[in-house]
């Protein structure tokens, strides 16, 4: 009869054999809301999945919170996918969580995927495009809700850390249908100020609560911006589109501060430093120019300011006298030149050299009149001759022998035979010409 019991342990391990073996129990998928959550040292989560009506226990190891992109808090609705088996210490069931997203935001991490995906083809989160943050800003704007944490945060860091620093707040909305266009608004406002950085952010909350910055238009604002811009939303294991377009990601607001501007006492320690250094220099500096006045000051010439007027009195005295000798053997050699020149032939007797000139020029005369008259002779006689044959051939001396020219329609009249009656006829004789009409 005893050999009916079984022990609780072996019902146990019966119950997880059958659960361990169930396909539809090996991948399933739950929603609902957490509570009683834990984080252990460790690094794994445990907690309570409830809804309105059941409960079940979950564990995530640590191998899989890595994975995870949010904190998990109570209250908090998720979607887990996971196995459920035995927990054979205390007999429980309970859900073993492989991965885990807030309930809602399945469609939202789609499109963020989506639209990271996008940006980064077209070289929006390219570090290479990426401006650097000035290391001392002076003017910095801040694109946040004027009301909260965030901003409260990055004032007293900035006062902290750096109070040379001003600061401009373009108040915006950070969550909610019209959070992105007011961004958006802002990032271009801000672009018309002198700003040396402009930091955008809020603090932590869902991922609905933070979607306005995964807007499209708030990256492309952000990455038109001419100013260094650092994005600063949420906590640090939240990340979003902004964060990747921003010339820098800070994992908070606060931080976001941290790494815009310098620490003072940073600041005052370099000061400080370079205060040293430069009197440093100085000092080797003063010390190179010490040496080197004294070294001049050491030189003969100063020592002996005289000694360099003697000698350069010394050299003018030489160049004076070699001035003097030249300028006295020039007038000797001219004086001598002058005198052979008045002592020349042309000087004593010009009356005599004009003569011989005329002479001459009255020998040139002669010989060039002779010479034309015997050119003139050469073309003299051809030309008679020519006009002796002239006057033979001469028509008009013939007719002063009593010839006539006898014209009919222009044309001469060599026979009478050409002619007919009532013909008009030019005759044309050495002293006239007259008109007649041909008779038969």
Not at 112 to 123: D, T
Not at 215 to 231: F, G, M, Q
Not at 280 to 290: F, G, T
Request: aromatic fraction near 8%.
């Amino acid at each position: 009869m005893k050999d009916k019991y079984i022990t609780v342990t072996q019902l146990t391990k019966y119950i997880k054999f059958k659960i361990d073996n169930d396909e539809n129990l090996n991948e399933i998928f739950l929603r609902g809301e957490i509570s009683n959550f834990k984080a252990h040292t460790r690094g794994h989560y445990y907690f309570t999945l409830k809804d309105e009506n059941a409960r079940i226990n979950a564990v995530m190891f640590a191998s899989s919170v890595n994975k995870c992109k949010f904190l998990p808090q109570d209250g908090m609705k998720v979607l887990v996918t996971g196995k459920v088996s035995v927990y054979e210490a205390n007999g429980g069931y309970q859900i073993y969580v492989n991965s885990m997203i807030e309930d809602g935001v399945g469609n939202l991490y789609i499109a963020f995927e989506q639209l990271k995906e996008k940006l980064a083809k077209e070289g929006l989160f390219d570090p290479a495009k990426k401006k650097p943050i000035p290391k001392y800003p002076e003017l910095i704007g801040i694109i946040t809700a004027p009301t909260g944490a965030a901003i409260r945060d990055m004032l007293s860091t900035l006062a902290r850390r750096f109070p040379l620093a001003r600061t401009i707040l373009f108040p915006s909305l950070v969550q909610g249908a019209e959070a992105a266009g007011d961004i958006v608004k802002q990032i271009k406002k801000a672009s018309t100020y002198p700003l040396d950085l402009l930091i955008v952010g809020r603090g932590g909350g869902s991922i609905e609560d933070m979607w306005c910055f995964n807007d499209e238009n708030v990256a492309r604002a952000l990455y038109d911006c001419p100013i260094p811009t650092i994005s600063a939303v949420g906590h640090e294991i939240d990340f979003t589109i902004a964060d990747f377009v921003a010339d820098l990601r800070a994992p908070t607001p606060t931080g976001a501060m941290e790494m815009g501007v310098p620490n003072k006492q940073d600041v005052l320690i370099l000061i400080k430093q370079l205060k040293m250094r430069s009197e440093k220099n100085m000092l080797h500096q003063l010390e190179v120019k010490r040496e080197r006045l004294d070294q001049i000051a050491s030189r003969y010439v100063l020592k002996n300011p005289l000694s360099m007027y003697e000698a350069k009195e010394e050299k003018f005295d030489r160049l004076l006298d070699q001035l003097q000798f030249s300028i006295s053997g020039l007038l000797e050699r001219n004086r001598k030149r002058l005198e052979q020149s008045s002592k020349h032939y042309f000087f004593l007797h010009p009356e005599k050299i004009y003569d011989e000139k005329q002479r001459q020029l009255e020998n040139v005369v002669l010989a060039l009149k002779k010479q034309v008259t015997i050119s003139m002779q050469n073309y003299v006689n051809p030309y008679n001759q020519l006009l002796s044959k002239l006057d033979a051939l001469n028509p008009l001396l013939t007719m002063k022998r009593g010839y006539a020219i006898v014209r009919c329609n222009d044309k001469v009249i060599s026979s009478s035979k050409k002619l007919k009656e009532n013909d008009l006829l030019k005759i044309t004789f050495n002293d006239g010409i007259i008109t007649s009409k041909v008779v038969k």
